[in-house]
């Protein structure tokens, strides 16, 4: 339900393809068995629990929006495809999420744009010598402090607007 894209097509979907484009490239090729799980993954599938969260808890404002974006994303028969377009283009991006502009702290709808570009970045590096990968320790390094950060930043100003979250303890 929340798994990374990669996760979901059983292949990398950011290595270089030898185009000037920094547009991550899905490839109609099928399953491809170098495929490995890396962290990356792990802290995708926080990012889409952290949307998943955040639409949900949304205001009065929108709220159709809002279901509609969970539906595309989450519950669609087609959410499999419409996470992979939504995750992976800036416009479609853009054009999915401006429902959350709507109704929640713009902070938070900001702060989920940024690790998104910040995953899509260290996808790309990671994937560069997919043969390869950087240690576990290292292919995600600081950006689980980051999403912390992120996370708690996100959690305060949901807050400061009247939505409740409830929070986590180690």
């Not at 979907?13 to 490239?25: I, N, T, Y």
């Not at 279901?67 to 999915?96: A, G, H, P, W």
Request: charged content about 20%; cysteine-free; overall charge neutral.
């Amino acid at each position: 339900f929340f798994g990374a894209i990669e996760l979901l097509h059983h292949k990398y979907l950011f290595k270089p393809s030898g185009r000037q484009s920094m547009a991550p490239v899905v490839s109609t090729a099928s399953i491809d068995p170098t495929y490995t799980h890396n962290p990356l993954h792990d802290l995708e599938g926080l990012w889409w629990i952290a949307v998943y969260a955040i639409a949900t808890k949304g205001g009065h404002h929108g709220r159709q929006s809002l279901k509609q974006l969970v539906d595309f994303l989450f519950e669609d028969d087609k959410s499999y495809n419409n996470r992979t377009l939504t995750f992976l283009s800036d416009d479609q991006f853009k054009l999915r999420f401006k429902a959350l502009h709507s109704s929640l702290p713009s902070d938070a709808v900001v702060l989920l744009q940024t690790l998104r570009e910040k995953l899509i970045g260290a996808y790309r590096k990671a994937e560069e010598n997919v043969t390869n990968l950087p240690s576990y320790t290292n292919i995600a390094s600081g950006l689980h402090q980051e999403f912390a950060r992120a996370f708690g930043i996100i959690s305060q100003k949901m807050e400061e607007e009247g939505f409740h979250v409830a929070s986590v303890t180690s």
